[in-house]
């Protein structure tokens, strides 16, 4: 499995679309559930998770280093990282309520025995998150352009990979909401700060002019996404977003 993090940093424009994504988990949570966070990376999810729950959350990576990184910078009493191989998971069937992996099984080939292992380390009645780009918005030509993934499937492809392992699943699509009319001035000018040349202005100009027009930052934060459920809207979306019960 390749290696493809996020990092600990807000001022990105990806760290709203991750953050959100564990956001809609914790909105499904009761309180009590014990959560393998797979493919941990830096282990942000991991902490905001341990902070929902009062069970036992483990971020698991397959990098020895993030793993001895991630013990580093997080410690909660109901917190703790593994090294992990999400294809060969070193648990006992039926250890969690619930598994988050997001942005995982487009890294590697064994995304089936990933998916298996999940099924069977999950209690009966438990869920199992995932997420992966939608390869109509990321490889638009049909060529993969991320060097990191392995394979990137189409909705279709995806809705199949999902119905041969779950009887019940729901399947969203992640949606930039920022603006309920595109033709905003503010969408104007996030098109125009992203323009070559003009993207290299530096960050505190661009917040200075969106904290006029009403937002906290340029970059958009986990609350400028929505998950959407119509199979046209999901099908133009960058990233699925599936929650399977088992």
């Known amino acids: 499995m390749s290696s493809e993090r996020q990092e600990i940093n807000r ?144 909705f279709d492809e995806f809705y199949s990979l999902l119905e041969n392992y779950f009887q019940d699943f729901e399947l969203f699509g992640q949606q930039y909401s920022r603006y309920s009319n595109r033709k905003s001035l503010a969408y104007a000018l996030e098109k125009f700060f992203y323009l070559r040349g003009v993207r290299k202005l530096p960050l505190m100009i661009k917040n200075s002019v969106f904290k006029l027009l009403g937002f906290e930052s340029f970059y958009p934060l986990s609350n400028d996404f929505s998950l959407v459920s119509d199979k046209d809207k999901v099908k133009a979306c960058k990233t699925f977003f599936a929650i399977c019960k088992v």
């Open 11 to 154: 001022d990105t424009p990806w760290w709203g679309e991750h953050l959100h994504r564990y956001m809609e988990v914790i909105k499904r949570l009761e309180g009590n559930e014990k959560i393998l966070d797979l493919a941990c990376g830096s282990g942000y999810g991991s902490n905001i998770l341990a902070d929902s729950t009062s069970a036992l959350v483990i971020g698991g990576d397959i990098s020895k280093s993030t793993i001895e990184d991630c013990k580093k910078h997080w410690t909660k009493d109901n917190l703790d990282f593994l090294e992990l191989n999400g294809a060969e998971l070193n648990f006992p069937s039926n250890t969690f309520d619930l598994i988050v992996s997001f942005e995982t099984i487009e890294h590697t080939e064994s995304y089936n025995q990933m998916i298996v292992e999940f099924k069977r380390v999950v209690k009966k009645g438990g869920s199992i998150f995932l997420s992966t780009p939608n390869k109509k918005i990321n490889s638009p030509n049909g060529v993969i352009v991320n060097p990191f993934h392995t394979q990137e499937w189409y």
